[in-house]
């Protein structure tokens, strides 16, 4: 699936819903985000065109449990609400956040913990304590929280683990 044909998607479920696309809110391997308004009533979302449908799948059935536990704010971070999403154009609509937050799930286990091994668990850990500093208990703590709900974040990064400074 190329770029372009992403964007189509996006416009695609824009107009269906009356949103007018504003601007782009970030990009990453997995997809592109895109600001969005309502035409009738100027409420504002944020619509996630995905780039691969398994990536979507993960991503919606992650924000589906945390919306099923009222899942706003994760140990001070916010978390985007699930709005909408559309099964054939591959896009998840949610609520639009500001740092600090805590979002991206599309690469996320949900009920499964991964099965790394020691050794590489260690090294993992070393990476991420480098990349977020005095940071990293505090985001080993929303980590575990969200293993409380099934939630095993794995793409762990500052872009999606974002903190006000
Ligand atoms: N709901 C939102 N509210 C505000 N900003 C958002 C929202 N969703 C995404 N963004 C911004 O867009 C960026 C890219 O979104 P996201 O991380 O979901 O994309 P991705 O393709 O899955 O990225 P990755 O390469 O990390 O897998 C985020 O880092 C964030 O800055
Ligand atoms: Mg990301």
């Not at 059935?61 to 154009?89: N, Q």
């Not at 996320?108 to 850990?125: G, K, M």
Request: net charge negative; aromatic share 10%; charged share 30%.
């Amino acid at each position: 699936m190329d770029r372009d044909d992403l964007i189509r998607r996006v416009r695609q479920y824009a107009d269906r819903k009356g949103l007018a696309l504003g601007e782009r809110l970030g990009a990453g391997i997995h997809g592109t985000v895109f600001a969005a308004e309502y035409q009738t009533n100027g409420g504002r979302s944020a619509v996630k065109g995905h780039e691969r449908q398994p990536a979507y799948l993960r991503e919606r059935d992650v924000y589906l449990r945390l919306r099923a536990f009222d899942i706003t704010v994760i140990r001070g971070c916010h978390v985007p609400t699930l709005l909408d999403y559309d099964d054939d154009l591959w896009v998840i609509e949610m609520t639009v956040v500001s740092r600090p937050f805590v979002l991206d799930f599309a690469g996320a286990n949900l009920d499964q913990e991964p099965d790394f091994s020691d050794e590489v668990l260690a090294d993992w850990r070393a990476e991420k304590q480098d990349q977020f500093g005095p940071r990293w208990p505090e985001v080993q703590a929303i980590l575990g929280s969200l293993e409380g709900y099934g939630v095993f974040l794995l793409d762990v990064n500052p872009g999606n683990v974002s903190f006000d400074d």
